[in-house]
C-alpha cells in the first residue's frame, strides 16, 4: 500500500507525514514518487487500521458550503502479487482509489485567503486531469502522442494509472441542494464522465 496527499501542489506521505514536499521522478519511463512509503500488509485488518492512520493527517477544513470539506486530493495505491506455485511466475495488479476534492465555485465558498488559494490550486489540478483524460480518448492518434501528465503535479504523479492501457471509473457525488443540483452539468467530474462516455 502507498497512501498520500496532494495539497496546493505539495506531495505528502499520509504513512510518514513528516514527507510533506515529495518529489516526482521518472526512471527508464516509470513515473513514481520518491520517497514515499510502500507498506506491505498481510490482511484487511492491516490496510484498515494504516489507512485510518494515514486519514488523520488529510487536508480539511470547514466553510460556508461544507463542514468538512476536503482541501487536498487524497491518493490509495494497491499492489498486489500473485505467485504461481508450481511456475514460480508472479503476477501483479495495481488499483489506484482517487478521492477528489471537488471543484469550488469561490464566490460561493463566501471565503478569502488560505480557502481561496486551495480552491484554485483544486480547481486548476481538476481542470488538467480533464484534458488528460480528453487527451486520452482522443480518435485522432497524431493528436494522442501528447498527453498533458506535465501540465499538473496531480496529473504526473498518477501518469502510470491514467495510461492509454488503464481502465478509469468515475464516480461523481453531488450534493442535493438545488444551486448543485442547477450546475451538476458544469463541474468537472460531469465533463470527465463525458469524456469518458466519448472514449467508449
Given at each position: 500500500?502507498s497512501?498520500?496527499?496532494?495539497?496546493?501542489?505539495?506531495?505528502?506521505?499520509?504513512?510518514?507525514?513528516?514527507?510533506?514536499?515529495?518529489?516526482?521522478?521518472?526512471?527508464?519511463?516509470?513515473?513514481?514518487?520518491?520517497?514515499?512509503?510502500?507498506?506491505?500488509?498481510?490482511?484487511?485488518?492491516?490496510?484498515?487500521?494504516?489507512?485510518?492512520?494515514?486519514?488523520?493527517?488529510?487536508?480539511?477544513a470547514?466553510?460556508?458550503?461544507?463542514?468538512?470539506?476536503?482541501?487536498?486530493?487524497?491518493?490509495?495505491?494497491?499492489e498486489?502479487?500473485?505467485?504461481?506455485?508450481?511456475?514460480?511466475?508472479?503476477?501483479?495488479?495495481?488499483?489506484?482509489?482517487?478521492?477528489?476534492?471537488?471543484?469550488?465555485?469561490?464566490?460561493?465558498?463566501?471565503?478569502?485567503?488560505?480557502?481561496?488559494?486551495?480552491?484554485?490550486?483544486?480547481?486548476?489540478?481538476?481542470?488538467?486531469?480533464?484534458n488528460?483524460?480528453?487527451?486520452?480518448?482522443?480518435?485522432?492518434?497524431?493528436?494522442?502522442?501528447?498527453?498533458?501528465?506535465?501540465?499538473?503535479?496531480?496529473?504526473?504523479?498518477?501518469?502510470?494509472?491514467?495510461?492509454?492501457?488503464?481502465?478509469?471509473?468515475v464516480?461523481?457525488?453531488?450534493?442535493?441542494?438545488?444551486?448543485?443540483?442547477?450546475?451538476?452539468?458544469?463541474?468537472?467530474?460531469?465533463?470527465?464522465?463525458?469524456?469518458?462516455?466519448?472514449?467508449?
Amino acid at each position: 500500500l502507498s497512501f498520500y496527499q496532494i495539497y496546493c501542489n505539495n506531495i505528502q506521505d499520509l504513512f510518514n507525514p513528516e514527507n510533506d514536499n515529495l518529489l516526482i521522478r521518472e526512471e527508464k519511463g516509470q513515473v513514481f514518487i520518491d520517497g514515499l512509503v510502500h507498506a506491505q500488509v498481510d490482511n484487511e485488518t492491516e490496510a484498515i487500521a494504516l489507512i485510518n492512520a494515514g486519514l488523520e493527517f488529510r487536508q480539511m477544513a470547514p466553510h460556508s458550503l461544507n463542514s468538512r470539506s476536503s482541501r487536498s486530493h487524497t491518493i490509495l495505491c494497491i499492489e498486489i502479487e500473485k505467485e504461481d506455485i508450481k511456475s514460480g511466475d508472479v503476477t501483479m495488479g495495481r488499483l489506484a482509489l482517487v478521492d477528489l476534492a471537488g471543484s469550488e465555485r469561490i464566490v460561493l465558498t463566501e471565503e478569502n485567503g488560505k480557502i481561496v488559494q486551495e480552491a484554485k490550486c483544486i480547481n486548476s489540478s481538476l481542470s488538467a486531469l480533464a484534458n488528460v483524460i480528453n487527451a486520452l480518448g482522443n480518435k485522432s492518434i497524431k493528436e494522442r502522442q501528447h498527453i498533458p501528465y506535465r501540465s499538473s503535479k496531480f496529473t504526473r504523479a498518477l501518469q502510470s494509472q491514467l495510461s492509454p492501457t488503464s481502465k478509469i471509473v468515475v464516480l461523481a457525488t453531488i450534493d442535493p441542494v438545488s444551486y448543485t443540483h442547477l450546475r451538476a452539468h458544469e463541474t468537472e467530474a460531469d465533463l470527465v464522465c463525458r469524456l469518458l462516455l466519448e472514449k467508449k
